[in-house]
């Protein structure tokens, strides 16, 4: 009995030493995951008409030139016809006329008016395109004009030396301020006065300055809201004793 059941007991070791181990499951992998399609962007429309304005130069003395230019730009745009536009009046951009004048582009798109402001004005250009487009503003500052002029530019050492001019358009009343260049190069007031009655178109003014030493000067009217400030030519006087 005892040996049957030794024998047994080995065939059952036997048995289970050798039987195949459980195969062991592999993790899944996880899904792909799955691009949307991009969407299709519908055709941009075609731009519309556009213009562009520049004034050259942006600043003129009382009496001079400005030009305006620009461009038409757009799908076919061919020769354009176009009006300028004005406002003299702060704050500009809501006061704009019909300036009077009118042109056409170049077959570029391109085009330019010459203008005379005699005071601070901003300008549009409208567009006869379909639709009709306005150009940006732009602001053409005008100076007053100052003269001056020197009774001696070569005195003698402490003398009375009269500067004097004429100043256009009239305004007549506002300070005049004589002014002397410096080491650094910048102006220094050294004396004012103000502007007198000269009749409908200008001012004038005179101021005596005692001068002691070589010396380069100007004459300075400050602006208003209708002119940017004016300054004069520069005058040198070389003192000798």
């Keep these: 009995m005892n040996v049957k059941y030794l024998v047994s007991g080995v065939t059952l070791a036997v048995a289970v030493a050798f039987a195949p181990a459980a195969t062991a499951q592999k993790p899944k992998d996880p899904p792909t995951p799955v691009t949307p399609p991009k969407p299709v962007n519908p055709p941009a429309p075609p731009a519309g008409p556009s213009i562009t304005?520049?004034?050259?130069?942006?600043?003129?003395?009382?009496?001079?030139?400005?030009?305006?230019?620009?461009?038409?730009?757009?799908?076919?745009?061919?020769?354009?016809?176009?009006?300028?536009?004005?406002?003299?009046?702060?704050?500009?951009?809501?006061?704009?006329?019909?300036?009077?004048?009118?042109?056409?582009?170049?077959?570029?798109?391109?085009?330019?008016?010459?203008?005379?402001?005699?005071?601070?004005t901003s300008y549009r250009v409208l567009a006869?395109?379909?639709?009709?487009?306005?150009?940006?503003?732009?602001?053409?500052?005008?100076?007053?004009?100052?003269?001056?002029?020197?009774?001696?530019?070569?005195?003698?050492?402490g003398s009375l030396v009269r500067f004097y001019g004429s100043v256009f358009p009239a305004h007549d009343g506002r300070t005049v301020f004589i002014q002397r260049r410096t080491p650094s190069g910048s102006f220094r007031t050294v004396v004012r006065t103000r502007l007198r009655d000269a009749g409908t178109t200008k001012s004038k003014y005179s101021r005596r300055l005692r001068i002691y030493r070589d010396g380069v000067y100007r004459v300075k009217v400050a602006g208003d809201g209708d002119h940017a400030n004016g300054f004069s030519s520069r005058k040198s006087i070389d003192v000798h004793r």
């Design 128 to 157: 006869s395109t379909t639709p009709p487009v306005a150009s940006p503003a732009r602001l053409a500052l005008v100076r007053i004009k100052v003269g001056i002029r020197v009774s001696d530019r070569t005195p003698r050492r």
């Design 53 to 120: 304005l520049d004034a050259k130069p942006s600043t003129i003395i009382f009496s001079g030139v400005t030009t305006l230019s620009g461009r038409v730009g757009g799908p076919k745009v061919g020769s354009v016809g176009l009006r300028l536009f004005q406002d003299t009046t702060r704050p500009y951009g809501d006061s704009y006329r019909f300036a009077g004048k009118t042109a056409t582009t170049d077959p570029n798109g391109k085009y330019s008016f010459a203008v005379k402001p005699l005071v601070n």
